[in-house]
């Protein structure tokens, strides 16, 4: 899975830091599991110290990694990640 051409969504495209973007991508190529779901879930927090909070998390199976990066571009949002085999889309929850 996350083998084949990625896209955003304009959402994503406006509203998240291209740093970001790839980080996110990065991350999901390095999750050490048996297997990934086709659904990755992000949750982004921007922190009252400025700092993005990132919690990376799958259903199947369990899967949660969570980190704290300083940045000056730091944002609030939830983002869904999902292979359907042949493509892999990032977009806005709101989006879905």
Do not use: R
């Amino acid at each position: 899975m996350f083998n084949n051409p990625y896209y955003i969504t304009k959402g994503i495209s406006k509203n998240i830091p291209p740093w970001l973007i790839n980080l996110m991508w990065f991350m999901i190529h390095q999750m050490e599991v048996e297997s990934k779901d086709y659904l990755q879930v992000f949750e982004l927090e921007k922190q009252p110290d400025g700092k993005q909070y990132i919690c990376h998390k799958q259903e199947q199976p369990s899967y949660k990694y969570e980190i704290c990066l300083e940045c000056k571009t730091a944002v609030n949002a939830k983002i869904f990640v999902i292979d359907d085999q042949t493509h892999s889309t990032m977009l806005l929850a709101e989006e879905y």
